[in-house]
Structures are given as structure tokens and as C-alpha cells.
Nanobody, 123 residues
Framework: QVQLKESGGGLVQAGDSLRLSCAASGDSASNYAMGWFRRAPGKEREFVSIISWSGDTIYYADSVRGRFRISRDNAENTMTLEMNFLKPEDTAVYYC????????????????WGQGTQVTVSS
């Protein structure tokens, strides 16, 4: 019973930075885990980063570790993905997701999804 809305995508050059935001509404009282996933053209949706409700457990995909930073503000029902030193291979539709079951890197375990925001990185 959670609605998610991503924002902040755009067109940038390699090496630039972007900040994506996810606004959650609905069942704000649930202690849900959240994460970012992405789908590149012609590829399957893949894990980017996840964060527990308390924020004390965070995981990053190997491809983004050291460049991206995930955070959340439960009082404002928001989650953020700061992306630095962007590469052309980061080009994808980025999705915000929430899980009421557990913290996992598997997209299939997440219960709620936003509609996505496009990130395009030119070389």
C-alpha cells in the first residue's frame, strides 16, 4: 500500500553527477526496506543499491560502489541516490522500490515500484 515516485533523472556527460529522489506515500508507518534498481536498454532490471529502514544496513552493486551513495529520511518519507562520476554504462531507467518482507538484492522480492526516471550519460 505504498506509492513511489522518482525524480531527478536527466541527460549528463560522462564524469558528471546527478541526484535521484524517491518520494513515498501511503503506508508510511511500515518498517520497509527500500532500494534502487535500473534497467538499461535491452537488459533485465538489475540491483543498484538497497538500504534498511533504520539505515544501518546498506549494499551497493560492484559496478557503482564508491561512486553512488544511498540515503533515506523516514520523517520525510524520501530516499536519495547520489550518483557521481557517471559513466555511459550507467544509462538506464532508474526505479525506486520498497519491500515489506526483507532486505534483498533480488528485484523479485520487492513489493512496490515507482514508474522510473530516465538517466542518460553521454560519452
Amino acid at each position: 500500500q505504498v506509492q513511489l515516485k522518482e525524480s531527478g533523472g536527466g541527460l549528463v556527460q560522462a564524469g558528471d553527477s546527478l541526484r535521484l529522489s524517491c518520494a513515498a506515500s501511503g503506508d508510511s508507518a511500515s518498517n520497509y526496506a527500500m532500494g534502487w534498481f535500473r534497467r538499461a536498454p535491452g537488459k533485465e532490471r538489475e540491483f543498484v543499491s538497497i538500504i534498511s529502514w533504520s539505515g544501518d544496513t546498506i549494499y551497493y552493486a560492484d559496478s557503482v560502489r564508491g561512486r553512488f551513495r544511498i540515503s533515506r529520511d523516514n520523517a520525510e518519507n524520501t530516499m536519495t541516490l547520489e550518483m557521481n562520476f557517471l559513466k555511459p554504462e550507467d544509462t538506464a531507467v532508474y526505479y525506486c522500490a520498497a519491500s515489506v518482507h526483507s532486505l534483498s538484492v533480488a528485484p523479485g522480492t520487492y513489493d512496490f515500484w515507482g514508474q522510473g526516471t530516465q538517466v542518460t550519460v553521454s560519452s
